[in-house]
């Protein structure tokens, strides 16, 4: 690990959890929506806005020059050559609700090329953290995917979209897909499906519409604990299509995905 590699994943680790004690301890019991995105159930919360507020000073402060892309409005260039992409709050709908399955999402790029990525689960009380070449940990301890079960053994993992046409086309490759597999989950926290791929608490995970504070540091820690990851065949994961599985379980995930139409609405 560089020197700066380590300096950017503790400023990572020490924001992403301050985050998430502030979203663990200071939610709101008549916690409502602040705001809505796409449509009308992709929600903003207060407490979205209070944590990026949050992860965005803290790294301001120690790194004034480098970039930031948010997914609730914060965007500088920097002139760095780093570029941190966050999600202060990934399993935005679960949180309202009070469902545990929520994190906050932390990545570092240096040069366009994702290099560090934290992703905080403080209801797990689990801290995912990866290092380009480094491998990747859970609370300290290395993490591994599973080897490639048998395709129809497989467990797989996904997520859907908030526009009505979006979710009409995902449902329609769930119904094809489902008969093929042992099972398929919906957790509803894109960092924390690719996290557990890495952990082996899923076999594979596909998911169209993510952008990329979802998935740049639980991509970097699926590759890290030994997953390929991307998207359509031949290309990086994507808003288009992000996919991951163990070697041996993510071709043929892959094809099938490319043949059903997963990367389209």
């Known amino acids: 690990m560089t020197d700066l590699n380590g300096e950017l994943l503790q400023i990572a680790l020490d924001a992403a959890q301050r985050a998430g004690a502030l979203l663990r301890d200071g939610r709101p019991r008549d916690l409502d929506v602040a705001a809505t995105k796409s449509s009308p159930i992709d929600v903003v919360t207060e407490m979205d806005l209070a944590a990026e507020k949050l992860i965005t000073g803290f790294i301001a402060e120690l790194r004034p020059d480098d970039g930031l892309l948010g997914e609730e409005g914060a965007s500088v260039e920097g002139s760095s050559g780093v570029r941190w992409i966050i999600d202060p ?13 929520w994190a906050v999402s932390i990545a570092a790029q240096r040069d366009g090329q994702t290099v560090v990525g ?13 290092v380009l070449g480094g491998g990747a940990r859970v609370n300290g301890e290395p993490a591994r995917c599973r080897p490639a079960p048998a395709f129809e053994q497989a467990l797989i993992g996904t997520g859907f979209g908030y526009l009505t046409e979006r979710r009409a086309a995902q449902a329609e490759v769930v119904r094809a897909l489902l008969p093929r597999v042992r099972d398929i989950r919906r957790g509803g926290s894109a960092a924390i499906d690719l996290c557990d791929v890495g952990c082996g608490r899923l076999d594979g995970y596909y998911e169209r519409g993510l952008n990329p504070w979802d998935y740049a540091a639980g991509d970097l820690f699926a590759r890290e604990a030994g997953a390929l990851t991307g998207g359509r065949p031949a290309d990086p994961a994507s808003p288009e299509l992000t996919v991951a599985a163990p070697p041996g379980l993510f071709e043929p995930l892959q094809g099938l995905l ?8």
């Open 89 to 101: 709050l990934d399993g935005t709908v679960n949180y309202l609700y009070g469902l545990p399955c």
């Open 118 to 130: 934290v992703v905080e689960a403080p209801m797990r009380r689990e801290t995912y953290q990866a």
């Open 258 to 265: 490319d043949e059903l139409g997963a990367w389209h609405d």
